[in-house]
């Protein structure tokens, strides 16, 4: 562990401006600085080592220009440059140093993340991890918001019931691959769409759904759909948006439900794509938009019903680890443009 008042590099990715249409790796560079490893008599900040740093699809809206957008700015800023990292985004961090009694020297916690190796929290509001038989890098996924996500999206807003029919699109995400092992426990019928036929391999062989396709080799989605699901669809899981929701609700069954977890084909569109929504009326269907921050209080409830499988193997769960900060663009790259297979995580330290 470093010792107090030393002081080290700190390497930040920097984001150069807000980004149209579809960012590029040059959108992006490394900057090293220093930061001292020390607090200040009577702050009540912590210093933490980032681990861990999660990606998720929805940090693509956070490059973009936000004066369209309802959702208010949440970027933090170095100086006049911008840093790469939002409240959304999920840090596994190591406590460095601390003079709040909250957290101490040599917890580990999770929550937002500043991209960079060392990060100073002066009003820290971070969630504390208490199971550590688990790999850490959980925490950024599976056991962080987006485990919450798919609890909170499947269980409090799909309502299952045994028996259903589920579809679960952008099924090799963490969001996505969850939903469709609580769909399998819970004794329901789930058919997932990805993106590649090595996604397509992966959740028919390691964890063993239904059925799974890959949509862009569909030239007809309404077809596909009938083709897995001739009695029609009772949940949709809805993380693509587009051409997909527009078939899926074609075949919906009356008082389907779907939950409206994002819309990944959207984030790099100027103007939103047109969805014929009438099916909602004539079917009585029931669509729901959420976020995991407003199922927050369920997180102890969560965590007693997924560790359990977790631990006995009945949950598998799939990373895709990039190495250093140097590689952090890169990779979030591959995540807009599918090439990750399972979690996206970068690895900022394992120590």
Same mark, same amino acid.
Request: overall charge neutral; some cysteine; glycine content about 8%.
């Given at each position: 562990?470093?010792?107090?008042?030393?002081?080290?590099?700190?390497?930040?990715?920097?984001?150069?401006?807000?980004?149209?249409?579809?960012?590029? =790796?040059?959108?992006?560079?490394?900057?090293?600085?220093?930061?001292?490893?020390?607090?200040?008599?009577?702050?009540?900040?912590?210093?933490?080592?980032?681990?861990?740093?999660?990606?998720?699809?929805?940090?693509?809206?956070?490059?973009?220009?936000?004066?369209?957008?309802?959702?208010?700015?949440?970027?933090?800023?170095?100086?006049?440059?911008?840093?790469?990292?939002?409240?959304?985004?999920?840090?596994?961090?190591?406590?460095?140093?601390?003079?709040?009694?909250?957290?101490?020297?040599?917890?580990?916690?999770?929550?937002?993340?500043?991209?960079? =190796?060392?990060?100073?929290?002066?009003?820290?509001?971070?969630?504390?991890?208490?199971?550590?038989?688990?790999?850490?890098?959980?925490?950024?996924?599976?056991?962080?918001?987006?485990?919450?996500?798919?609890?909170?999206?499947?269980?409090?807003?799909?309502?299952?019931?045994?028996?259903?029919?589920?579809?679960?699109?952008?099924?090799?995400?963490?969001?996505?691959?969850?939903?469709?092992?609580?769909?399998?426990?819970?004794?329901?019928?789930?058919?997932?769409?990805?993106?590649?036929?090595?996604?397509?391999?992966?959740?028919?062989?390691?964890?063993?759904?239904?059925?799974?396709?890959?949509?862009?080799?569909?030239?007809?989605?309404?077809?596909?759909?009938?083709?897995?699901?001739?009695?029609?669809?009772?949940?949709?899981?809805?993380?693509?948006?587009?051409?997909?929701?527009?078939?899926?609700?074609?075949?919906?069954?009356?008082?389907?439900?779907?939950?409206?977890?994002?819309?990944?084909?959207?984030?790099?569109?100027?103007?939103?794509?047109?969805?014929?929504?009438?099916?909602?009326?004539?079917?009585?269907?029931?669509?729901?938009?959420?976020?995991?921050? =407003?199922?927050?209080?369920?997180?102890?409830?969560?965590?007693?019903?997924?560790?359990?499988?977790?631990?006995?193997?009945?949950?598998?769960?799939?990373?895709?680890?990039?190495?250093?900060? =140097?590689?952090?663009?890169?990779?979030?790259?591959?995540?807009?443009?599918?090439?990750?297979?399972?979690?996206?995580?970068?690895?900022?330290?394992?120590?």
């Amino acid at each position: 562990m470093a010792s107090v008042r030393k002081e080290v590099s700190n390497k930040q990715l920097i984001l150069r401006d807000y980004v149209t249409g579809s960012p590029k =790796e040059s959108d992006m560079y490394v900057k090293t600085s220093t930061i001292k490893l020390e607090i200040p008599n009577g702050s009540k900040a912590v210093l933490l080592k980032n681990l861990y740093l999660s990606y998720d699809p929805v940090m693509r809206i956070e490059l973009k220009i936000r004066s369209s957008l309802p959702i208010p700015l949440s970027r933090h800023y170095l100086g006049t440059e911008r840093l790469f990292g939002w409240p959304i985004s999920v840090t596994q961090f190591s406590v460095l140093v601390s003079r709040h009694l909250d957290y101490k020297e040599g917890d580990f916690v999770w929550g937002p993340a500043i991209w960079e =190796e060392y990060s100073l929290v002066k009003e820290p509001n971070l969630t504390k991890i208490h199971h550590t038989d688990v790999p850490l890098s959980y925490y950024t996924g599976i056991l962080s918001y987006p485990g919450i996500t798919a609890y909170a999206g499947f269980y409090e807003i799909c309502s299952p019931k045994k028996g259903e029919y589920v579809l679960v699109s952008s099924a090799s995400g963490t969001v996505a691959q969850l939903v469709g092992q609580f769909t399998k426990l819970m004794g329901c019928y789930v058919v997932e769409s990805a993106g590649s036929q090595q996604k397509v391999d992966l959740l028919k062989n390691k964890f063993w759904f239904d059925e799974a396709f890959n949509y862009k080799e569909e030239c007809d989605l309404n077809a596909a759909l009938k083709r897995y699901f001739p009695n029609g669809i009772d949940i949709y899981f809805e993380n693509v948006g587009g051409k997909m929701l527009d078939a899926v609700l074609l075949n919906m069954r009356d008082h389907g439900r779907i939950a409206g977890c994002g819309m990944t084909s959207t984030y790099n569109l100027d103007e939103p794509e047109r969805i014929n929504l009438m099916f909602i009326i004539y079917k009585r269907i029931r669509m729901e938009g959420f976020s995991a921050i =407003e199922y927050f209080h369920l997180y102890p409830k969560f965590l007693d019903h997924i560790l359990p499988y977790i631990r006995e193997s009945k949950i598998v769960y799939v990373e895709d680890l990039a190495e250093g900060l =140097e590689n952090g663009a890169a990779a979030l790259l591959g995540l807009f443009s599918g090439c990750n297979v399972g979690k996206q995580v970068l690895v900022v330290s394992r120590e």
